[in-house]
């Protein structure tokens, strides 16, 4: 008799476990290199006991099946760096030095001061380790050496922030390596950088109302207002605004769209503009290499933004980034699944996109509040 042959196991599976409260917490099952982890996803399942809660459910294992297809192509993709330039045998601290000097010419002087300290630790670390030879498993032994590091000024261990911060510049240092060919991709993007981060400091938004008092709020700088409602209303962040140049905004058939890369993360977003979106871009298109927006620094872009806020009747704490976190609370609040907002913002994982939407569940369990206080 033949024999079948045995269908290859899949690494990653989806699990749920039962809770009290009668929620489905959803977990990840990865078998590799004979090693079972889990990894909790904090997505859960409610009781579908509405067509919502159902609506509510399908998104959620929508994010979570894309994040298990992230995990599966971890596994699988474990091919070597792609190097298609010479340059990339230079060691990462000399490159290190090239990124802050290009960060110094864009405006971010601050960048030398920073990507210097991150250098002092690399150099104590691995100083030989080269551009090309920088993968997952050299940034988490980074990590390692740092947790054992002390600041110097307190004395006391590298917070989770800072360290994250140190890695953060290694991460877009590959990016600009990408960016002009020297490396074919980044290996650090798929890194679990939640792992490593501290406790996130509450996010702002605004909200559909905030965001159209602001359009009726005059503001000493119109090139701030315009730059500003722009990102609100397609979630681009201050750097890729400022780099947005005319040869990135194509035109199809009526219909407009976005094609960048991210200078962040390295990722090439193909971003759908909506008509009000468009309403905040200048009217007369310029020469493909010019910038679509004259963007003043992003401290000037802050301070102006304070006191239009503030005139506006808004008692947030309003930076440019709160842009980016508005247009995701209102493409959540209009109906998007997790999948397609994230897809939008250009997150590598859904995870981060989750954030938002635990932001609109709380908005719905504040509006049922709302409820009990009319009737108290």
Known sequence: MTRTKKSESVPVRIRFKQLKDGNQS??????????????????????EISQ????????????ANAIKAQRILDITNK????????????????????????GKKKGRSSL??????????????????????????????????????????????LAKKTISGYCGYI???????????????????????????????????????EVQRLIDTPCRSPRVKTAFLFSCFCGLRYSDVKGLLWKNVI?????????????????????PLSLQAQKFMPEVKGCSENAVFDMPSLSDCDHVLKTWTSKAGITKR????????????????????????SQLLGHSDVETTQVYAKI?????????????????
Request: net charge neutral; charged share 30%.
């Open 251 to 271: 035109e199809d058939n009526g219909k407009v769209h976005l094609e960048l890369r991210q200078q962040k993360t390295g990722k090439m977003i193909y971003l």
């Open 318 to 341: 309003v930076s440019y980034h709160v842009s980016r976190h508005a247009f995701a609370t209102m493409t959540l609040t209009m109906g998007a699944d997790l999948y397609t907002t």
């Open 112 to 157: 030398v001061d920073h990507v210097h300290a991150v250098s002092i630790c690399l150099r104590a670390y691995n100083p030989r380790i080269r551009l090309y030879e920088v993968d997952k498993e050299f940034l988490q032994g980074f990590i390692d050496y740092l947790g054992t590091r002390k600041a110097k000024m307190t004395k006391r261990p």
């Open 26 to 47: 959803i977990y990840l099952d990865i078998y590799t290199d004979h090693k079972r982890r889990y990894e909790f996803l904090k997505l859960f399942l409610v009781p």
């Open 52 to 63: 919502e809660a159902k609506e509510r459910n399908a998104n959620t294992l929508k994010a």
């Open 171 to 209: 991460r877009a240092a590959l990016n600009y390596a990408v960016e002009l060919e020297i490396l074919g991709d980044n290996p650090l993007l798929s890194f679990d950088w939640a792992s490593i981060q501290g406790d996130r400091t509450k996010r702002e938004y605004l909200t559909i109302e």
């Open 79 to 102: 091919n070597p760096m792609t190097v298609l330039s010479d340059r990339a045998r230079m060691p990462l601290i000399e490159w290190l030095s090239e990124y802050a000097e290009f």
């Open 360 to 376: 609109i569940d709380k908005k719905k369990v504040d509006a049922v509040y709302m409820i009990d206080r009319l009737f108290d």
